[in-house]
C-alpha cells in the first residue's frame, strides 16, 4: 500500500513576513488576501467549460451525468411527474418554502433504507432504529458528514480509498483533517480487471478502527465492480480486521437496472453486522443533479448509539449550512412515497442501464473491427456509466485536438454521452490515437 503524501505546512514566524502582511494599526487599504495565490480549478470542471466553448465538439465524455442519443443530460419522466405534483401543492398552499429542519426531510433516510434493502431488512432497519440519517448535500455533502463525523470522534488514523477512485474522495478526507489518506490495490491495467488478491491482501494489512472507502457498485472511474462472492469475501475481512467502511453509493442501478440487485454489498454488510457509512447520491440515481439531494446513513449496534450520531452530524451541518435544500428533497420523497411514480422511476432506471450495455456492446464491437491488434473486451465487461478505456493522457488529448472529443486524461469516458448513431465514428478516432502514440 503506498500512502498519499500530505502537505504539513510550517508554522509562520510573522518577522519574516513582507511588510504588507504585518500586521500593523497604521497601514490602512492593505488586502488581507494579497498573497493568496491563484489556484486551478478542478480538471474535470475546467475541462467541461473548455468542451461547451468549442463549437466543433463531437463528443462530451467527461462528467458523469446522464445523457440521452442526442448528448443532451435527461430530466426523468418520473422527476418531471413529481415536480407538476409539487408546483400544484405549492400553488394550493399546500407546500411553501420554509426551512427544512437541521437533518432535512425528515422521511428521507427511511426512504433510502427501504430503497436500498430488501423488504424484511428494511422492515427490520427501520423498526430497531440502528440505523439513522440525516438528509445530505448529495454524495460529496454525504462523504463531507461522514468524515467529519469520523475525524472528530474516532480521530486522526488510516484512511484507505481504491487505486483509482473519484479524486474529491482524498480532498473529502485530508480536509477533514486526516494525515495518513492512502490507496489500497484495486485495478490491474494490464488486464483492465480488479485485482482482487491484491485488494484483500491491503484490507487484511490494515491497522484495526482504519477506515475504507469502498464503491457500492458501478465504480468511478473503472467501472469495475467485485462479484457478490467477492463482496462476501470483503466484508468478511472489513469484519475481522475491525474496519470501519464508508461505502459511497452515487450510481445505483445503473448496472443491472434493480436498485437492490446493485445494492448487494449493503444489504451482506448489514446482515453481517459490520457498522458503516452509505454516502448516497439522490442527485445521481434521479437526474436531479443541480439540486444536490442525498443522504449519509450509520449503521451502529444500537439505536442509543445511531441517535447520538444523527445528533452529531446535526452540530456539523448546522455550523456549514445550517440546512439542506427542500427542492431535490420534495422530488425524491414524491417519487418514494408513490407507487406509481417509483414503479415509473424505476422503469426508467432499467431503460437506462439496458441502454448503456447495448452502448458497451456496440462500441466494444467497433473497436474490434477498427483495432483488432487491441483486446476491447473490457469494453463491455465494466460495468454502470464509466469506462476506464486504457488510453493514455497523449492519446486523449489527440482526441480533444484531433477530433474535438472530450474525454479525462485518465481515459475515462461517460458512456451515456455517446450518442448511437455515433459510435462508429468515436471507434474511428480511438483507433487513430492508437496509431499517434509511438508507445503504441
Given at each position: 500500500m503506498?500512502?498519499?503524501?500530505?502537505?504539513?505546512?510550517p508554522m509562520?514566524?510573522?518577522?519574516?513576513?513582507?511588510?504588507?502582511m504585518?500586521?500593523?494599526?497604521?497601514?490602512?487599504?492593505?488586502d488581507p488576501?494579497a498573497m493568496v495565490p491563484l489556484?486551478?480549478a478542478s480538471?474535470i470542471?475546467t475541462l467541461?467549460?473548455e468542451c461547451?466553448?468549442?463549437?466543433?465538439?463531437r463528443?462530451?465524455?467527461?462528467i458523469?451525468?446522464?445523457?440521452?442519443?442526442?448528448?443532451?443530460?435527461?430530466?426523468?419522466d418520473?422527476?418531471?411527474?413529481a415536480?407538476?405534483?409539487?408546483?400544484?401543492s405549492?400553488?394550493s398552499?399546500?407546500?411553501?418554502?420554509?426551512?427544512?429542519?437541521?437533518?432535512?426531510?425528515?422521511?428521507?433516510p427511511?426512504?433510502a433504507?427501504e430503497?436500498?434493502?430488501?423488504?424484511?431488512?428494511?422492515q427490520r432497519?427501520?423498526s430497531?432504529?440502528?440505523?439513522?440519517g440525516?438528509q445530505?448535500l448529495s454524495?460529496t455533502?454525504?462523504?463531507?458528514?461522514?468524515?467529519?463525523?469520523?475525524?472528530?470522534?474516532?480521530?486522526?488514523?488510516?484512511v484507505y480509498?481504491?487505486?483509482p477512485?473519484?479524486p474529491?474522495h482524498f480532498?473529502?478526507?485530508k480536509?477533514?483533517?486526516?494525515s495518513?489518506?492512502?490507496?489500497?490495490?484495486?485495478?490491474k491495467?494490464e488486464?483492465?480487471?480488479l485485482?482482487f488478491?491484491?485488494m484483500?491482501?491491503?484490507l487484511e494489512?490494515?491497522?484495526s478502527?482504519?477506515?475504507v472507502v469502498l464503491h457500492t457498485?458501478a465504480?468511478?472511474p473503472?467501472g469495475?465492480d467485485?462479484t457478490?462472492?467477492?463482496?462476501?469475501?470483503?466484508?468478511?475481512?472489513?469484519?475481522e480486521?475491525n474496519?470501519v467502511?464508508v461505502f459511497?453509493?452515487?450510481?445505483?442501478?445503473f448496472?443491472t437496472g434493480s436498485?437492490?440487485?446493485d445494492a448487494?454489498?449493503?444489504q451482506?454488510?448489514?446482515?453481517?453486522?459490520l457498522h458503516?457509512f452509505?454516502?448516497?447520491?439522490?442527485?445521481?440515481?434521479?437526474g436531479i443533479?443541480?439540486?444536490?439531494c442525498?443522504?449519509?446513513?450509520?449503521n451502529?449496534s444500537?439505536?442509543?448509539?445511531?441517535?447520538s450520531v444523527?445528533s452529531?452530524?446535526?452540530?456539523?451541518?448546522r455550523?456549514?449550512y445550517s440546512?439542506?435544500p427542500?427542492h431535490?428533497?420534495?422530488?425524491?420523497?414524491?417519487?418514494?412515497?408513490?407507487?406509481?411514480?417509483?414503479a415509473?422511476?424505476?422503469?426508467?432506471?432499467?431503460?437506462?442501464?439496458t441502454?448503456?450495455?447495448?452502448?458497451?456492446?456496440?462500441?466494444?464491437a467497433?473497436?474490434?473491427?477498427?483495432a483488432p491488434?487491441h483486446d476491447?473486451?473490457?469494453i463491455?465487461?465494466?460495468?454502470?456509466?464509466f469506462s476506464?478505456?486504457?488510453?493514455?493522457?497523449a492519446?486523449?488529448?489527440?482526441?480533444?485536438k484531433?477530433h474535438?472529443?472530450y474525454?479525462?486524461p485518465t481515459?475515462?469516458?461517460?458512456?451515456?454521452?455517446?450518442p448511437?448513431?455515433k459510435?462508429?465514428?468515436?471507434?474511428?478516432?480511438?483507433s487513430?490515437?492508437?496509431?499517434s502514440d509511438?508507445?503504441?
Amino acid at each position: 500500500m503506498s500512502a498519499i503524501a500530505t502537505s504539513t505546512a510550517p508554522m509562520v514566524d510573522p518577522t519574516s513576513l513582507p511588510s504588507t502582511m504585518k500586521q500593523t494599526t497604521s497601514t490602512v487599504g492593505v488586502d488581507p488576501f494579497a498573497m493568496v495565490p491563484l489556484v486551478e480549478a478542478s480538471g474535470i470542471f475546467t475541462l467541461s467549460a473548455e468542451c461547451k466553448a468549442d463549437r466543433e465538439c463531437r463528443f462530451d465524455l467527461l462528467i458523469g451525468m446522464y445523457k440521452n442519443a442526442d448528448g443532451d443530460t435527461v430530466v426523468l419522466d418520473s422527476v418531471r411527474d413529481a415536480e407538476d405534483l409539487i408546483s400544484a401543492s405549492i400553488q394550493s398552499g399546500e407546500q411553501n418554502h420554509e426551512y427544512l429542519p437541521i437533518e432535512g426531510m425528515k422521511v428521507l433516510p427511511d426512504l433510502a433504507i427501504e430503497l436500498l434493502y430488501k423488504p424484511e431488512q428494511a422492515q427490520r432497519i427501520i423498526s430497531q432504529r440502528k440505523m439513522q440519517g440525516v438528509q445530505s448535500l448529495s454524495g460529496t455533502g454525504a462523504l463531507q458528514l461522514a468524515a467529519a463525523m469520523c475525524f472528530a470522534h474516532m480521530g486522526d488514523r488510516d484512511v484507505y480509498i481504491s487505486n483509482p477512485t473519484w479524486p474529491n474522495h482524498f480532498n473529502i478526507f485530508k480536509a477533514a483533517g486526516f494525515s495518513n489518506v492512502a490507496k489500497y490495490s484495486y485495478y490491474k491495467p494490464e488486464s483492465k480487471s480488479l485485482d482482487f488478491d491484491g485488494m484483500c491482501d491491503d484490507l487484511e494489512s490494515m491497522s484495526s478502527g482504519s477506515i475504507v472507502v469502498l464503491h457500492t457498485c458501478a465504480h468511478n472511474p473503472t467501472g469495475v465492480d467485485p462479484t457478490h462472492a467477492q463482496w462476501v469475501k470483503i466484508c468478511s475481512i472489513l469484519k475481522e480486521r475491525n474496519l470501519v467502511p464508508v461505502f459511497d453509493t452515487a450510481y445505483l442501478g445503473f448496472v443491472t437496472g434493480s436498485v437492490q440487485e446493485d445494492a448487494f454489498v449493503l444489504q451482506h454488510a448489514y446482515e453481517q453486522g459490520l457498522h458503516y457509512f452509505t454516502c448516497i447520491s439522490f442527485a445521481k440515481m434521479f437526474g436531479i443533479y443541480s439540486e444536490r439531494c442525498g443522504v449519509v446513513l450509520y449503521n451502529a449496534s444500537s439505536s442509543s448509539i445511531a441517535t447520538s450520531v444523527v445528533s452529531n452530524l446535526k452540530l456539523i451541518i448546522r455550523r456549514v449550512y445550517s440546512n439542506p435544500p427542500k427542492h431535490g428533497a420534495r422530488i425524491v420523497s414524491t417519487i418514494l412515497s408513490s407507487k406509481e411514480l417509483k414503479a415509473k422511476w424505476e422503469g426508467e432506471l432499467m431503460a437506462i442501464a439496458t441502454r448503456i450495455r447495448g452502448i458497451r456492446g456496440r462500441l466494444q464491437a467497433a473497436l474490434d473491427d477498427v483495432a483488432p491488434n487491441h483486446d476491447w473486451s473490457h469494453i463491455s465487461n465494466q460495468r454502470g456509466m464509466f469506462s476506464y478505456t486504457g488510453l493514455d493522457a497523449a492519446q486523449v488529448e489527440f482526441l480533444k485536438k484531433e477530433h474535438h472529443i472530450y474525454c479525462l486524461p485518465t481515459g475515462r469516458i461517460n458512456m451515456s454521452g455517446i450518442p448511437e448513431t455515433k459510435i462508429e465514428e468515436l471507434a474511428s478516432a480511438i483507433s487513430e490515437s492508437l496509431a499517434s502514440d509511438p508507445q503504441e
